[in-house]
């Protein structure tokens, strides 16, 4: 099973639509979870760390599922400017903070 | 403000020959990661610093490869006789030692192996 795994994708969606990501992780001692977003030829940038309670910044609303090694990504009302890949990432236990990255999930939001 | 530099930004060397690409990362960041993205591929860790110390690189692909970080900030990734398959984005990020670490991204060297 790989580390982390993610919707292969990609996604083409019409603006306004509703969109979700999903992943899971094989490391069950890991600590930390987040999402980031890929621009084409760009570096990777945060989006949004993902809590136990579920955590929710405007359009986007992210979940974790800690008994199930799963993970989400949810998106509201979709605009142009969405269109990236997405990336799941999972940070080790312990004294271990190497991050994993899934493969990533291409979004290609259309007018 | 100051973020994670990396450089160059472009590289092209020959097949055969040593290169060395440079991480700066955010001040204070004590955690350093090395990542390639080759095309359309995804992220994949080649070693992980904590301080000057490397407590995994378990991703590095060969012994031509290795990295060093001294003074607890800059970053040196070499890879040694160059082949062609090295060809990708190397990527360096940082972040803060902690539960929630999140980690920022250079913006990349290039490495082309022709």
């Known amino acids: 099973r790989k580390e982390v795994e993610q919707d292969p994708g990609p996604f083409n969606v019409p603006e306004g639509a509703t969109v979700a990501f999903n992943c899971t992780y094989s490391?069950?001692?890991?600590?930390?979870f987040f999402w980031y977003r890929q621009d084409c030829r760009k570096e990777p940038k945060l989006l949004m760390s993902v809590y136990s309670s579920g955590n929710e910044d405007g359009r986007f609303t992210a979940q974790l599922n800690r008994a199930s090694q799963y993970i989400s990504l949810l998106i509201r009302d979709s605009k142009l400017s969405d269109s990236a890949t997405y990336l799941c990432?999972?940070?080790?236990?312990?004294?271990?903070?190497?991050?994993?990255f899934g493969k990533g999930t291409l979004l290609t939001v259309n007018p | 403000g100051a973020g994670v530099s990396q450089s160059p930004s472009n590289k092209v060397t020959e097949k055969g020959k040593d290169v060395e690409l440079r991480c700066d990362p955010i001040?204070?960041?004590?955690?350093l990661y090395w990542y390639r993205q080759s095309l359309g591929q995804g992220l994949e860790f080649l070693i992980y610093f904590q301080g000057n110390s490397a407590p995994d690189k378990s991703g590095l692909p060969s012994d031509r490869f290795s990295a060093e970080r001294t003074g607890g900030s800059v970053s040196t990734l070499t890879i040694q006789r160059t082949q062609q398959e090295d060809s990708a984005v190397y990527l360096c990020?940082?972040?803060?030692?902690?539960?929630?670490?999140?980690?920022?991204f250079g913006q990349g060297t290039r490495l082309t192996v022709v």
């Open positions: 990432v999972v940070g080790g236990g312990g004294s271990n903070y190497k991050l994993t």
């Open positions: 001040s204070g960041h004590t955690a």
């Open positions: 490391n069950s001692a890991s600590q930390s």
């Open positions: 990020a940082s972040s803060l030692v902690g539960r929630e670490t999140e980690a920022f």
